[in-house]
């Protein structure tokens, strides 16, 4: 009798392990299955979703194009929010670029006047080491990027932690929106 | 416990040598970032080139120079005084120093020309002289803003030592100088422009450095019409217009005097810089070669100064 229970008590035990296993297995799966499916549905969304950067960088003594591919936004603020975190990174193609190291954004907004107020750490100040052309093509670059990529702007304006400045970098004004300096014809 | 240090590798220098009839060319091949932080100061007869670490120098025997190595440093002693000049190009990456006697034989022939009580001076100690009788020089950035530096020398200083230089020499010549800063100090656009509108000098001439290693000289830029009306309540574009003509003559014999004294091109633009288009007189902007390039020494602020002065005694004529 006590033969037959013990193995009547194994059997159980073992059927138990059994469905347990196999539960896991199943289980195990179909939620990978699930995963993986979420996760090719999120790259096909980020390959596809991607748009187009316009970038005119100051490189040497001229503004230098580069396209940059970013994850799609809504509204225009946040493209020109990108658009200036992307400028400051400076081009990929040249390494002798006159952007100002650790410059970074601290906000952005539009006026009722259709200007944008870009509002820069000191270090786009503090850090600027160059010549009249080299001001000039920073700005310039800068003011062409916002311009190409947003829409509705009319002009850009520069704050340095929130003030305005009378210039970056000892040979421009930089009290006044930028579309009247950068508009000289350079050759 | 035994603790390991990684070797010390010297960065190889080689120096190559050629000669010709009246010069001769030395040419110093490393690393391109080790060429770039050499820092070369030339006398007449010497050149002393600094090296940002220590190095090991491969050269030619029977060179005609002593050569002195130390351990962050090289000179080279001639045996005779002579016009130096050095560059520096990349692929391979070398500093190049050419070497040329002075011309003996051009220089007795001024000096035949020259009436014999003048001839203590030479002709570049002698510019035309200065008929224009006040002048405002402004020394740029100051204070906290540096304008561009390279290794201890900044655009601050070089500016303001050659701003006094060129004042005093002025003053010597019994001409009425401001100088729109004379110690280490930031002013504004705003100050500096009312200075030289306050004085109504004869010329204004603005120092500044470049990023290259070319001269590059300014001259305001002044639209017939303007419609801004931002630009023009702030008197930027206006105090200028009468001045325009004189202005472009100025910087025009300045760029010649360069020219001839530095054999080299000069950059001209025509810019609406604050400092030129909003002062009401004859005003330029030079920019002199970056300091990565040129090594401000007494000799190179010596021929930067009479340059300035031989353009502005033309401009005068």
Known sequence: MNNKKTAGIILLVFLFLAGGAGGYLYFSKVLHRENSTAEGVGSTSKSEDLFSLRMYYPVGTQLQIEERKLPRMIGQMPIAEATVEEYLKGPINSASSHIPKNSKLIGLYKGIDKIVYVNLSDEFRRNFQGDVFAEFLLLKGLYESLISNVEDIQDVKILIEGKEVETLGGHLYLLYPLKDLVSYEYQ | MAVSFPAHTMTGVLLKFSQQEGSMRIVLEAEESFIQKMKVTASASNIKIDFPEPFHLTSPKDLPFELISADRSLVINLKEKADIKFFRLSSPSRLVLDIRKPDTQALDSQKKAIPPEKQALSPEKQPAPVLLKSFVIDAGHGGYDFGIAFGNVSEKDITLSLAKDLGALLVKKGRKVFLVRRVDQHITFADRISLVNQKNPDAFISLHFSVSRNFVVYAPKV???????????????????????????????????????????????????????????????????????????????????????????????
């Open chain 2, 223 to 317: 639209e017939e019409q303007t419609s801004n009306e931002t630009l023009d309540s702030y008197s930027v574009a206006v105090k200028q217009k009468k001045y325009v003509a004189k202005s472009k003559a100025l910087s025009e014999n300045i760029i010649k005097a360069i020219k001839e004294e530095f054999k080299e091109d000069v950059f001209h633009r025509d810019m609406p810089l604050p400092v030129l288009n909003s002062v009401g007189a004859p005003s330029v902007l030079i920019e002199f070669p970056s300091p990565q390039f040129v090594t401000y020494d007494q000799q190179m602020k010596t021929r930067i100064i009479n340059v300035i002065l031989n353009g502005i005694a033309a401009y005068g004529q």
